[in-house]
């Protein structure tokens, strides 16, 4: 990080991994990391300015892994997750907005807020199938697609980066319930997308809950990771809740320790 920036660059260490494994040197791997970081760092904007505003968007995260974080940033608690700001230097580069932050853009935490949610209600999303999500990354005539696929929708931005932030938008849950036709489960695939479930897909929510836990151990990177739960649109009141109350997942814990000491 430069001495003079509050920003500090954030390397993946995987595609290095995959060229040490490949067998380049050290000093190739650390060249390429230098260069990356030179070709994407940007420069520093002027937080005053009044077009700030513009550039700030909502991002959804695990509120228990960033607990840490959140004591000292604007947020909105969401069930078992948070709701927080970031400011969009470009396609590329994002800054999370700091309780420090604030007065450098002159707004209080609630402002910050409030014009994140209106820049990200403001965004082109997409929904569509899982299928055809799928058929693009693998013809179908290579693959048959299961039946749960058939039924899913994924939801993300048209950038495709931060893309879960959508389910805080009211219009986009509900324009999702027409087109899906009933009330839905929501599965948090990523900090980047959610894929969509029709209510009558699953007889037990714990059923999803257990694809998500293993999607999670097996799939995505665990900063990217929102929840091991899986969440309900309930289109009567109008918002998103947990698919499995914390009062069944406790029934259910009771029950597994009778089993035991029978």
């Known amino acids: 990080r430069s001495p003079y920036s509050r920003i500090a660059p954030v390397v993946y260490l995987d595609d290095a991994y995959y060229c040490h494994q490949r067998g380049d040197s050290a000093v190739a791997i650390s060249r390429d990391i230098a260069d990356s970081i030179r070709r994407t760092t940007p420069e520093i904007p002027d ?74 209600n403001a965004q082109e999303y997409r929904l569509e199938s899982l299928e055809d999500v799928l058929d693009r990354m693998m013809p179908l005539d290579v ?33 999702a319930r027409e087109v ?19 209510e009558s897909t699953f007889d037990d929510p714990r059923e999803l809950e257990d ?13 990217e990771q929102l929840s091991d739960h899986a969440y309900y649109y309930n289109s009567q009141e109008k918002k998103v809740e947990m698919a499995v109350k914390p009062e069944q997942e406790k029934s259910e814990f009771q029950e597994q320790n009778n089993e035991r000491n029978r």
């Open 47 to 120: 937080f005053s300015a009044p077009e700030t505003k513009d550039h700030l968007y909502c991002m959804v995260i695990n509120a228990e892994d960033n607990a840490e974080w959140l004591s000292h940033s604007p947020h909105e608690q969401m069930q078992d997750m948070a709701v927080i700001a970031y400011y969009r230097l470009d396609d590329h580069a994002t800054i999370r907005v700091t309780d420090e932050m604030c007065p450098y853009l002159r707004m209080t935490g609630e402002e910050v807020l409030e014009h994140a949610h209106r820049n990200t």
């Open 143 to 175: 693959m048959d697609v299961p039946t749960l696929e058939e039924k899913a929708y994924v939801l993300t931005n048209q950038k495709k980066s931060f893309g879960a932030a959508l389910i805080t938008n009211p219009e986009v849950l509900e324009y």
């Open 211 to 223: 694809i998500i836990k293993i999607v999670n151990e097996t799939t995505v990177r665990r900063e």
């Open 180 to 198: 899906i036709g009933e009330d839905y489960y929501i599965a948090p695939s990523s900090i980047h997308e959610t894929i969509l479930f029709p």
